[in-house]
């Protein structure tokens, strides 16, 4: 079975410096998407960036970026110039590529708190 | 504008009774799914489905049934057999193919007492 897991139940960060968060998966399956989700007090769920397996570039996507490891099966988020707005819980997804469905697989999530 | 509408953002029942979560969306989209958030749980997966008149379990649906007559509409009814509804519950949608990022909907507290 697929499953995610997420290490760091809770982050902080200073305002304008950079955070880096874990995410690792379990999968034998070759093709698959990886996906973060930001989850602000709002409680609306916001995809932050996407990455997909046969692609070995990072994604980015301004001041958010992730490290693929694929052999690690590793897929960590980096937000840079941290802003108040980044508050928020941060979810790592997966999806089976030979699923043909858009199941995702949630990670437990991380809070990440900015502070000023 | 497009999106998901998930109503009423509170809902309070007693235990024992039966309650719908209503779930509508304008993106015209095929897939839409439910899932439960609970703390230091993450999202867990309840049904989903992917074309009209036709739905699937997920990881946890007992306790729940869902209906999907029409292409906007995907009800979620928590019967007074799910041991621990309160939660909260989240509705999305996506296009078909596997890649297709989630659209979410607000969400729904549930709260049986």
């Known amino acids: 079975a697929q499953t995610v897991t997420q290490s760091q139940p809770e982050m902080s960060v200073q305002e304008a410096e950079t955070v880096t968060l874990s995410c690792t998966y379990d999968?034998?399956?070759?093709?698959?998407?990886l996906f973060w989700y930001k989850q602000p007090p709002s409680r609306q769920m916001i995809l932050v960036i996407r990455q997909e397996a046969y692609k070995q570039q990072n994604a980015t996507e301004n001041r958010f970026s992730v490290n693929f490891q694929k052999a690690a099966k590793s897929f960590s988020l980096k937000i840079s110039d941290s802003q108040l707005g980044d508050t928020a819980m941060y979810f790592c997804?997966?999806?089976?590529?030979?699923?043909?469905?858009?199941?995702?697989?949630f990670g437990q999530g991380t809070t990440l708190q900015v502070k000023p | 504008d497009g999106g998901i509408t998930q109503s009423p953002k509170y809902l309070f029942r007693k235990e024992g009774q039966n309650v719908t979560l209503s779930c509508e969306q304008n993106?015209?989209?095929?897939?839409m799914y439910w899932y439960r958030q609970d703390p230091g749980q993450g999202l867990r997966l309840i049904y989903y489905s992917q074309i009209v008149n036709d739905f699937q379990k997920g990881d946890i649906a007992e306790g729940y049934s869902v209906s999907r007559e029409k292409k906007e509409s995907f009800p979620l009814t928590v019967t007074s057999a799910q041991k621990n509804p309160t939660a909260f519950y989240l509705c999305a949608s996506s296009s078909p193919a596997y890649n297709s990022p989630l659209h979410f909907g607000n969400g729904t507290r549930l709260t049986v007492t």
């Open positions: 997804a997966f999806v089976n590529g030979s699923s043909n469905t858009g199941k995702l697989i």
């Open positions: 999968t034998s399956e070759n093709n698959y998407y």
């Open positions: 993106l015209n989209h095929d897939a």
